[in-house]
């Protein structure tokens, strides 16, 4: 099973230090599993980020590096149908012959199901049941209102292939479908992709900068940020009902979840002690939290070091699950099971990315970064807040980094053109 969240920060749990938040259940899975505190995304925001947990590859190598949405120079807070059928958010997604996790995952035998936020593309050709999943609820574009469930005034809730309406706040309707389709199959395999849309709150759809049921919003009462912290405390709460019930059908010790984020957080405070946020080539927009449990396989209450990658997730689940990877297929993650089960160090040593002009590299301990918002050298193992530029310093280094940057590039290249974008 695994869990991911939207927009969560690095420090945005208790167990990864937060002060403010009460998140009792990850912190209990934390402490029943590993907690991993050199854990990256693909892309600083969601849908590139996303395509790379569903492939195991690159976004710029599956070809969806970048943002599924309408031109924000044509910004309108409602659209018609008709308008809205022809947008870039109804035509685009992930190209059709890119293998998902839920095509490895059903060649095994498995029942699979996603539940929440796709954001592969919302026409009838991207949409799950079209992609090796035996069900699907959610929305399949990069957001929806909480409450509403429409993006610039279109109902985008899905079951199946179909759009419905259903009254509720998102989270607990996809704490409800997940509950359920646990149910469902409890007597066979299955793997659950679910992706929460919570905490996600900087967006341009919401008429409220975010939105919480008074329930969630008391627990928090006078706070400056009451409403972020609710959303995050009810997503841990829906995250508890999910594991409880794995234990009480008797599937805890037989199931791997694992938990993480499509990119940090919006806001620097989210992310501390890292710099920056989502969006930006920084740590806090690129590092994240991940939680792996699995009692009597995963040891309990370790925190690791270890440096791994949505990438990973791919190739681990298909081993878990005993399927066959993709055939023909380059992958940029590994299994990572023997990191998770503390047998082995991690054999991520880079890691690359670009977002438009903005490029960065990771090579072991040393991070590159190219941006108009700033950039330089930086040595993670002494500096994680990236403060101190050792560009000058480190001349060779910084070389040594760019030139395996560009080497990455030069490969993405010349991969198979994929997606729905002009190279840029």
């Known amino acids: 099973m695994l869990i991911v969240a939207d927009d969560l920060g690095y420090s945005d749990l208790g167990c990864f230090g937060s002060r403010e938040v009460h998140t009792p259940h990850l912190d209990r899975m934390a402490s029943d599993g ?32 970048d943002m599924i949405r309408n031109n924000e120079v044509n910004y309108k807070h409602a659209f018609t149908e008709e308008e ?46 079209q992609r090796g999943f035996d069900f699907f609820f959610g ?24 759009r419905i309406k259903e009254e509720g706040h998102a989270t607990d309707l996809f704490r409800r479908e997940a509950l359920r389709f646990i149910d469902e199959n409890r007597t066979r395999p299955f793997f659950l992709y679910l992706p929460f849309n919570a905490p996600h709150m900087a967006s341009t759809f919401d008429k ?85 449990h699995w009692p009597g396989r995963i040891p309990r209450g370790l925190v690791s070091t270890e440096f791994l990658s949505t990438a990973e997730f791919l190739p681990t689940f298909a081993a878990v699950g005993g399927a066959a990877t993709p055939r023909g297929v380059k992958l940029d993650g590994f299994n990572m099971l023997p990191v998770l089960e503390g047998k082995a160090k991690s054999r991520r040593t880079e890691f690359f990315w670009q977002r438009r002009s903005e490029k960065a590299a990771r090579v072991g301990a040393w991070k590159w970064i190219e941006s108009q918002r700033g950039g330089g050298l930086f040595n993670l193992s002494t500096d994680i807040g990236e403060k101190n530029d050792l560009s000058r310093e480190k001349p060779d280094v910084l070389a040594r980094v760019k030139d395996r940057w560009a080497a990455w590039r030069k490969e993405m290249d010349e991969s198979e053109p994929r997606g729905p974008f002009r190279d840029y």
């Open 84 to 129: 809205y059928a022809v947008s870039p958010e109804m035509t685009l997604g992930l190209d059709v012959r890119e293998v998902v996790i839920g095509q490895v995952m059903k060649s095994a035998g498995y029942a699979t199901g996603v539940i929440g936020k796709w954001d592969s593309g919302r026409a009838k050709r991207f949409l799950p049941l």
């Open 34 to 65: 590993v907690r991993f505190t050199d854990f990256v995304v693909s892309w600083p925001a969601c849908t590139p980020s996303r395509s790379t947990i569903l492939t195991g590859r690159y976004p710029q190598r599956n070809g969806l590096y």
């Open 139 to 162: 929305f399949a574009n990069t957001g929806i209102d909480y409450f509403t469930h429409e993006r610039y005034g279109v109902p985008s809730m899905f079951r199946g292939n179909r």
């Open 208 to 292: 409220a900068a975010v939105q919480e049921t008074p329930e969630w919003l008391g627990k928090y009462q006078g706070r400056k940020n009451a409403a972020y912290l609710a959303l995050i405390s009810h997503l841990d709460d829906a995250v508890g009902s999910v594991m409880e019930r794995l234990r009480r059908h008797g599937l805890e010790n037989n199931t791997l979840v694992i938990f993480t984020s499509d990119n940090g957080g919006s806001r620097q405070e989210m992310n501390t002690p890292l710099r920056g946020g989502k969006s930006t080539m920084w740590e806090g927009g690129l590092r994240v939290p991940m939680i792996a």
